[in-house]
């Protein structure tokens, strides 16, 4: 199986990389994580690769971080939660934030990412909540995170995309002041913040 990638990063996508090794065109899914952090197209990368082979489909996920593949390969061991959702879950939530919330048992985190239910985030706390031991602990809240369970992340997102950090969270702000409960969502707060910036 295929555990690791490099090669030419040749096209990327939010959910998407090609990547060219010895002649050869890899097509792996990634996540918003990953996809912020890689280098323009025309660069070395090296990802780390889980392979899942299904009866119709073999498929690649990457990941520039270890941590993050690790912790997608504790999810994907929870019934009712495939690859894809995996993918989006730590699109959702940074590997920090979720591993903090599995162990607080905090659902209304979980259940804040798109595709995950009530039902399911218990299931994720039962199941993976004494197996995350060997992930650090989330650092502690920074004045960003204050202003809801998405900022940070869309803090970091913005900072990805290129957007000074000063005015990447002088839109946050603006964004949670004029509706306090997009603080609470990813998507909403994201599109409101890259509409005050732009």
């Known amino acids: 199986m295929i555990a690791h990638l490099r090669g030419?990063?040749?096209?990327?996508l939010p959910g998407q990389a090609i990547v060219e090794c010895a002649g050869v065109g890899y097509d792996v899914a990634i996540g918003i994580p990953t996809f912020t952090a890689?280098?323009?197209q025309g660069a070395e990368v090296a990802l780390h690769i889980h392979t899942q082979v299904s009866e119709d489909a073999i498929a690649l996920f990457g990941f520039l971080d270890l941590d993050e593949k690790r912790l997608f390969e504790r999810l994907i061991t929870v019934s009712g939660v495939g690859p894809r959702l995996a993918v989006k879950m730590l699109s959702g939530l940074s590997p920090e934030r979720t591993v903090a919330a599995i162990r607080a048992q905090d659902h209304a985190s979980l259940t804040r990412i798109p595709g995950v239910g009530k039902k399911l985030a218990e299931r994720l706390v039962v199941e993976l909540r004494d197996k995350l031991d060997d992930f650090a602990a989330a650092p502690a809240q920074t004045p960003a995170a204050q202003l809801g369970a998405a900022a940070e992340d869309v803090l970091s997102a913005l900072v990805n995309l290129g957007y000074q950090r000063p005015v990447a969270?002088?839109?946050?702000?603006?964004?949670?002041?004029?509706?306090?409960?997009?603080?609470?969502?990813?998507?909403n707060l994201?599109?409101?913040?890259?509409?005050?910036i732009r």
Request: proline share 6%; glycine share 2%; charged share 25%.
């Open 8 to 12: 030419i990063l040749i096209a990327k």
């Open 190 to 196: 994201f599109r409101s913040a890259l509409k005050l």
């Open 169 to 187: 969270i002088q839109a946050i702000e603006t964004a949670v002041e004029r509706d306090p409960s997009a603080g609470e969502n990813f998507d």
């Open 38 to 40: 890689l280098p323009s």
